[in-house]
Structure formats: C-alpha cells, structure tokens
C-alpha cells in the first residue's frame, strides 16, 4: 500500500511544530471549588499546588494509592477557592469517582462541567497568536517540550483569527513524536508513572503527602528502575526523507527482537519528518536506539529514545 504525503498534513504539521496552530481538543473538565478545595486536591494531586497563583496552570496525576495512574490531568487555579481539571476526554467519570472516594467531610464541591471546551493553540508562536485575543475563557499553559501552547477552555472560548486551524493527524503525529502519553492508550489503572516518562512534569518530591505517593518515592530513591519504559519507533532507516511506501503501522503490532516480543504499539501516526511512527512500551534490558520488528507485519523498525524529534 502506497501513502501519500496529503498537503494539508505537512501544513499543519509545520504550522504547530515551528509557529502556531489552533486544534480542538476533546478534554473532559472537573471543577472543585470551596472553602477546603486547594486543601483537598494538594493531598490527592502529585503536583504542589499551593504554590499556584490565580491563572497558573500545571500538569499533575492523580494516582491510585497503590501508586497507579488513575488520570494524567492539568490543574488551572481558576480562583482563591475554585481549581478546574482538565484531561483527555472519555475518563470524567472515573475522574470524578476517584475525587469523590476520598472526600468525606470536606467542604469542597467536586462538579463535571459537561458544557466546557478545549481550544488549543499549539506552537513556538502559541503565546504572540493569543495576545490581545478576546474570547472569554480560562487560558492554560501546556507546558510539555516540544508541544507548548496555551489552551482556551470554558463554554464559549473561540479561536483567535488568523491563526492556521490543523487537523487530529498532525497533531497526532507530534504528539507521539515528544511522546507525550494519554489516557487509554499510553496510560491507565494498570501504569507505573515512571514507565511512561511524566514524573518530572507532573510530581513534587518536596510537598507533603498525596495519595499514591510511595510508589512514586520508592521508585525516584531506587534511581527510576521499572519493568519497561515508553520508547518512540520508527520505520528502520529513518531520517532524511520519510518513507511512506508501506504505509503507517498498526496499534497492537508486537515489537519483536530475535523472535521474542518486547513490546506492542500503542499509538501510531504518520509524521511528515519520519515517515510512520508509533509509540510502545519495551521491556527493561533494550538499550534504545536498537533495530526490532513489528510481528504481524514484517517491517524493520528502530526503536528510539523520547523525544524522537527534540524540542524546537
């Protein structure tokens, strides 16, 4: 199967990587508000929240006490008593279970708010493509390298004119290419946060206690040691221009090393640097970058470090 390069693709795919795009986003939102609300989420969320000032935004977990991920959420203090969660969209119910499981006798209000939406402004330029924009909203830093932004979220944000609007694809691409993990794909209740590369973003060694955190302590004092860790692939051979001729991989493909598996794929895209691209969890013990296959497929790839791309 032969795979063209859509235009549209590579101009999305640049205006998000080397200026600024606008995407929507599905997120699902979670407000806690109330007199004990900051209180409340500093001893659930492994980020430090007290810390945050009105306006300020940061990438944070919310884990199982067992130390598993229960959702890879942003937390933007919306005012002195009032924070908002915002996360990959499908996972609000379990979200707000979860915040709810732990809340006895706490004056704190936890609500969905169904008629909220994400406008995402993606890019090196994300920050001048916003200045002076007057759509209503709550604006959140994305803070991850190589994917920065501001986000635009509440019930009437809009986009901010002139302003390229990219399609899912090449975001999808750039996405996998920092390696950037979402929920139902690269995370969930079953996911060691060293494994998936988010702990340095989204935990504070130095606050007090929060929920799960042991695990997390356990693993940062024993050097960061865990059964497997995300890695980014590619198709072998990769670099200068992409190759496109046998098409895109497919999630659940097995990475195969010497006939043993190592891994599967979790998310695949195409990039217009790389060619196919994919994201997988490889057992410990497989130095990155080395050649593996992909099982159901036949192909040689290369299993690479994150970022694939480094931060532009």
């Given at each position: 199967?032969?795979?063209?390069?859509?235009?549209?693709?590579?101009?999305?795919?640049?205006?998000?990587?080397?200026?600024?795009?606008?995407?929507?986003?599905?997120?699902?939102?979670?407000?806690?508000?109330?007199?004990?609300?900051?209180?409340?989420?500093?001893?659930?969320?492994?980020?430090?929240?007290?810390?945050?000032?009105?306006?300020?935004?940061?990438?944070?977990?919310?884990?199982?006490?067992?130390?598993?991920?229960?959702?890879?959420?942003?937390?933007?203090?919306?005012?002195?008593?009032?924070?908002?969660?915002?996360?990959?969209?499908?996972?609000?119910?379990?979200?707000?279970?979860?915040?709810?499981?732990?809340?006895?006798?706490?004056?704190?209000?936890?609500?969905?708010?169904?008629?909220?939406?994400?406008?995402?402004?993606?890019?090196?330029?994300?920050?001048?493509?916003?200045?002076?924009?007057?759509?209503?909203?709550?604006?959140?830093?994305?803070?991850?390298?190589?994917?920065?932004?501001?986000?635009?979220?509440g019930p009437d944000v809009m986009a901010p004119e002139g302003v390229r609007r990219c399609g899912p694809a090449a975001y999808e691409a750039l996405r996998?290419?920092?390696?950037?993990?979402?929920?139902?794909?690269?995370?969930?209740e079953r996911t060691i946060p060293e494994e998936s590369g988010v702990v340095e973003a989204t935990v504070s060694f130095t606050k007090g206690c929060f929920?799960?955190?042991?695990?997390?302590?356990?693993?940062?004092?024993?050097?960061?040691?865990?059964?497997?860790?995300?890695?980014?692939?590619?198709?072998?051979?990769?670099?200068?221009?992409?190759?496109?001729?046998?098409?895109?991989?497919?999630?659940?493909?097995?990475?195969?090393?010497?006939?043993?598996?190592?891994?599967?794929?979790?998310?695949?895209?195409?990039?217009?640097?790389?060619?196919?691209?994919?994201?997988?969890?490889?057992?410990?013990?497989?130095?990155?970058?080395?050649?593996?296959?992909?099982?159901?497929?036949?192909?040689?790839?290369?299993?690479?470090?994150?970022?694939?791309?480094?931060?532009?």
């Open positions: 199967m032969t795979v063209e390069k859509p235009l549209s693709l590579v101009e999305d795919y640049q205006a998000l990587r080397h200026d600024a795009g606008v995407i929507d986003l599905p997120r699902d939102f979670i407000r806690v508000s109330g007199a004990q609300a900051l209180e409340y989420l500093q001893g659930q969320l492994s980020q430090e929240l007290e810390k945050l000032s009105v306006g300020d935004s940061a990438l944070s977990l919310i884990l199982e006490p067992q130390g598993k991920v229960s959702a890879f959420v942003r937390v933007s203090r919306a005012g002195e008593d009032e924070l908002v969660l915002d996360f990959d969209a499908g996972s609000g119910d379990a979200v707000l279970a979860r915040l709810q499981r732990f809340k006895l006798r706490t004056k704190a209000d936890i609500e969905v708010l169904e008629d909220w939406h994400c406008v995402s402004v993606r890019g090196p330029r994300a920050d001048a493509a916003v200045a002076g924009h007057a759509g209503t909203g709550l604006r959140a830093a994305f803070p991850w390298p190589g994917l920065e932004g501001i986000d635009l979220l996998i290419e920092t390696g950037l993990p979402v929920m139902g794909a690269e995370l969930d929920t799960g955190q042991e695990l997390v302590a356990r693993i940062d004092s024993r050097g960061g040691n865990v059964p497997r860790r995300l890695r980014g692939v590619v198709q072998a051979g990769a670099g200068g221009a992409p190759a496109y001729a046998d098409g895109p991989f497919m999630v659940g493909a097995a990475v195969m090393v010497e006939g043993a598996e190592v891994g599967r794929l979790t998310s695949v895209a195409v990039s217009p640097e790389l060619g196919p691209v994919a994201l997988a969890y490889v057992k410990r013990g497989h130095e990155v970058p080395f050649r593996a296959e992909l099982g159901s497929e036949d192909r040689a790839v290369e299993v690479r470090a994150l970022p694939l791309i480094g931060a532009s």
